[in-house]
């Protein structure tokens, strides 16, 4: 299993950036996703998760400013992220979970098996 981040930079306040990651294939088709972020610190936080049946969750602290989608021909996920802010700073992680949620996909970390190594946001002010 792989999941490879890209994407992430420096970006002042109120930009934009979209984060990218690529999954195996056969993870890719059987799994929920999700991105996270995590602070030094402080706990990994969910930020958005998207179901095979493309339904979809977003934290509160980035509903209207954060949009997850994914393109199945490519095997990848995104995140694309607006409205940047300061307090965004953080790595950014994506994982998955070969599991169908019936509802709408967690932003538990502890809901996901798989994970990346992350690609660090910095939005400064």
């Known amino acids: 299993v792989q999941l490879v981040e890209s994407g992430g930079g420096s970006v002042q306040d109120g930009g934009s950036l979209t984060l990218s990651c690529v999954v195996s294939?056969?993870?890719?088709?059987?799994?929920?996703l999700a991105w996270f972020r995590q602070v030094p610190g402080k706990a990994r936080e969910g930020v958005a998760a998207?179901?095979?049946?493309?339904?979809?969750r977003y934290g509160d602290s980035v509903k209207g400013r954060f949009t997850i989608s994914k393109d199945n021909a490519k095997n990848t996920l995104y995140l694309l992220m607006s409205s940047l802010k300061p307090e965004d700073t953080a790595m950014y992680y994506c994982?998955?979970?070969?599991?169908?949620?019936?509802?709408?996909?967690?932003?538990?970390?502890?809901?996901?098996?798989?994970w990346g190594q992350g690609t660090q946001v910095t939005v400064s002010s």
């Open positions: 994982a998955a979970q070969p599991k169908w949620f019936t509802y709408l996909p967690p932003l538990a970390a502890s809901e996901y098996s798989y």
């Open positions: 294939a056969n993870t890719y088709s059987r799994s929920a």
């Open positions: 998207i179901n095979k049946n493309h339904s979809q």
